[in-house]
């Protein structure tokens, strides 16, 4: 089925650790990008990519990476993980402009101790 | 900055009953969504709105763009208990030729009671 592949599902992190969270989608999409949802913030935009080899910063980026090589991945690195880290992250991808909307992920939740 | 503010923040509804929810932003978009958060779950797309004035429909919700007063509203007519979820609108901007920035309200909790 089409659409944006996220693994893992659950994951926990002890302090200190580093992992990376997988993202993949198989429409073609330029645009894709890293969300983190906690209680009663909505989602926040942590980075962006238009496209392979390009990337930037959204909202909440400290303490995470991202690079994009390929059109179809984009994967986020938890360089060195915190217990404010600790949030159900979502991946998203669309054309631009998103004139059919953004396509999310199922999400990984993630607990840091 | 753009600021999304959503109201109510929680909602409580009888099914068979009419209400609004409201999503108010700072300036100027390009595009706004409305989305549906089940527990633990993915965002699903409701509806896209892209200009002052389109109105969209689906089922028991519908949503209404205006532009000018930077303003959309997602009704639901009649409601029903399958509808409880957390609704989200989210504001999409153009930052250049290339890239836009999507920011989400906080949400809208709705939850219908017999």
Redesign the interface.
């Known amino acids: 089925n089409a659409g944006v592949t996220q693994t893992p599902k659950f994951q926990v992190l002890k302090t200190g650790q580093s992992m990376t969270l997988q993202c993949a989608q198989d429409m073609n999409h ?2 894709m ?1 890293w ?1 983190r949802q906690d209680p ?6 942590i980075h ?1 990519s ?2 392979a080899g390009i990337t ?1 910063q ?1 909202e909440v980026p400290n303490g995470y990476n991202v690079s994009r090589s390929t059109t179809e991945d984009f994967p986020l690195r938890l360089l060195s993980a915190a217990p404010s880290q600790t949030s159900v992250y ?1 991946c ?1 991808s669309s054309y ?12 990984t939740r993630l607990t840091v101790v | 900055e753009l600021k ?1 503010e959503q109201n109510p923040l929680f909602l409580s509804m009888q099914e068979g009953k009419n209400y609004t929810i409201y999503c108010n932003y700072s300036t100027t978009s ?2 706004l ?1 409305w ?1 549906r958060q089940d527990p633990g ?3 699903e ?1 409701l509806f ?1 709105l ?1 200009s002052n004035g389109a109105v969209k429909q689906e089922g028991r919700l519908m949503a209404s763009l205006d532009t000018k007063a930077r303003l959309s509203t997602l009704h639901i007519t009649a409601a029903v208990h399958d509808l409880s979820a957390t609704y ?1 609108c ?1 504001v ?1 901007i ?1 930052l ?1 030729g ?10 809208t909790r709705l939850q219908v009671t017999l």
């Open positions: 330029e645009y990008s969300y009663g913030m909505g989602l926040r935009l962006y238009v496209g930037d959204g979502f998203a631009f402009p998103s004139n059919y909307g953004y396509t999310f992920g199922s999400g | 999304v390009d595009r969504y989305y779950k993915s965002l797309s896209v892209l989200f989210a999409d153009d250049t290339t890239a836009s920035k999507l920011t989400f309200g906080t949400g």
